[in-house]
């Protein structure tokens, strides 16, 4: 058989009659012996013969006769270099470059990237890469020659978008060279807020209806006096974090300051199943937050102590002593929270054994604690931005006088028949500069909310009075703004890129049968992925 179950065709193989190469086989050992078959390797090349290998034997065989040669195989271990081997000289003519696929960047942190690609033959990988598509930075060429590829980069700038394309060269010099990709380095993002928007409290199995959202601390574990259990409720606002970012690392820190006694029980986070309100008592019933019965002061929990997953996101052990830091690794609940796979409630933090008959819990400061704001409760991330992640700064804006706008443009007290200017002139220079930061195709568009408002007296402006332009373009290029749902695309078809900028300025045509005053409106530049 030739594969052990179906017959060859006649026993002993199926092979053509005619000979492709002989040799006389000498008559001793530690010898090779050469076999041309320059002609068969040429047929296998163009296809002319399919290439199911070779059969070798005596050309006259003699079932009679003891004349058997022994050769090494290709399994043969002690020495490599005596294996069956077939020697090829050949002319390539190959002019074909490398077909480049699969071109993506892994493994991205705050200073590092793994870029990875493939192609349909062998061949040597080098990538360039920088800030623009001019590029800057180019890898030393791995010379092997491969399919899969696989280049580090190192020595990155945290939230920085890098273009980079991707470089191949086959064993006959011809080289393929990618279109031009796009990154994001990791941000480590540090959310520590305060009294104002710190949102955090914990609850007392004793004192069931006491809310503590106002106080300065909070507290986990148990006290044997009373019984009680006693877990911490924290929620953080991620609404920063673009849906569908890459979190590489995600700490919760809490810092305990003070303790009962000088274990070390394990604490565990757990997330939050449903909405929950701080509340503002200090140790007091005052109804308006969460309780050991209540979510909010009025609405009971599903079940006591709070409504949260059962299964332990992540764990740590309390401090024995004072003036630690308690940390809790929580990427993988982080990752859920900003994929949308959970909804952001918030966590709770308790013992995983709770234990009534002993006396261990700990102290820690929260969001309300003011003398030393760094030790308040934070989260460390360290995320990549997803693709289509945009970020747009409204840089400077000016008054029609040349004064500083603060995020606005005033026209000032305007007269019917007049028309007025605010930028396109040496003072001031554009009424508003705004910068977009992409890593993706992005494009730009303006509205506004509404007409021009006067409020004392009430009168009104049509929005088409207020006319913009890019600095940049001459007197003829203004355009009538127009107010939402109505948009204006200023751009399209913009690169990734770490900063674009753009300068606007500004018209108001007041009709003469307009009144005379101050009128505003608000208006709204949006940049998005294409």
Do not use: C
């Amino acid at each position: 058989t030739y594969d052990g179950s179906n017959p060859w065709t006649l026993a002993g193989g199926d092979y053509s009659g005619i000979a492709s190469g002989s040799a006389a086989a000498p008559n001793s050992t530690s010898t090779w012996v050469d076999l041309s078959i320059s002609s068969l390797a040429q047929s296998w090349v163009t296809g002319g013969i399919p290439n199911y290998g070779v059969l070798i034997k005596q050309d006259v065989e003699n079932p009679a006769g003891s004349d058997a040669k022994g050769y090494y195989s290709a399994d043969y271990l002690t020495d490599p270099s005596l294996r069956p081997k077939l020697t090829i000289e050949w002319t390539g003519t190959d002019t074909t470059p490398p077909n480049i696929g699969e071109v993506r960047a892994e493994s991205i942190t705050r200073t590092s990237a793994t870029i990875k690609w493939s192609t349909d033959e062998g061949a040597t990988s080098q990538v360039e890469y920088g800030t623009t598509t001019s590029y800057g930075s180019t890898t030393a060429i791995d010379p092997a020659i491969v399919h899969q590829h696989t280049v580090s980069l190192a020595g990155l700038t945290e939230d920085t978008v890098y273009h980079y394309r991707v470089r191949s060269i086959d064993r006959y010099g011809n080289e393929g060279i990618s279109g031009d990709y796009t990154f994001q380095t990791a941000i480590l993002l540090t959310i520590q807020p305060g009294p104002a928007d710190g949102i955090d409290t914990w609850l007392s199995s004793f004192d069931q209806t006491l809310n503590y959202g106002a106080s300065t601390y909070l507290r986990a574990g148990n006290n044997a006096a009373g019984t009680s259990s006693y877990r911490d409720l924290l929620s953080f606002d991620l609404s920063q974090i673009t849906l569908g970012s890459t979190v590489n690392s995600a700490t919760l820190s809490l810092y305990q300051y003070a303790q009962a006694d000088t274990s070390t029980p394990q604490l565990g986070v757990y997330y939050m199943t449903g909405a929950w309100a701080e509340g503002t008592g200090g140790g007091a019933a005052t109804g308006d937050g969460a309780t050991w019965l209540s979510s909010d002061g009025v609405n009971p929990w599903t079940a006591a102590g709070g409504d949260f997953n059962a299964t332990v996101q992540s764990t740590a052990n309390a401090s024995g002593t004072a003036g630690a830091w308690v940390d809790f690794n929580i990427a993988g609940l982080t990752q859920n929270w900003v994929n949308g796979t959970l909804t952001n409630n918030g966590m709770l933090i308790k013992k995983t054994a709770e234990n009534g008959a002993v006396t261990d819990y700990k102290d820690f400061h929260s969001s309300d604690y003011t003398v030393d704001p760094l030790l308040r409760p934070k989260m460390v991330i360290e995320y990549v931005p997803a693709p289509g992640t945009i970020t747009i700064t409204i840089d400077e804006t000016y008054n029609r006088d040349g004064s500083a706008g603060g995020g606005s443009v005033g026209f000032g007290v305007v007269t019917a028949g007049t028309t007025y200017y605010v930028g396109d002139a040496a003072v001031p220079p554009y009424a508003v500069k705004l910068s977009v930061k992409s890593n993706s195709l992005w494009g730009l568009k303006v509205s506004a909310m509404g007409d021009l408002v006067q409020l004392n007296p009430a009168n009104f402006m049509d929005i088409s009075n207020l006319s913009w332009k890019k600095d940049s373009d001459g007197m003829g290029s203004w355009q009538s703004m127009v107010k939402l749902p109505a948009e204006t695309v200023v751009a399209t078809s913009q690169i990734p890129n770490n900063s674009t900028i753009f300068l606007f300025d500004y018209m108001l045509t007041v009709p003469a049968m307009a009144t005379s005053g101050t009128y505003s409106t608000s208006v709204v530049y949006t940049a998005y992925p294409e």
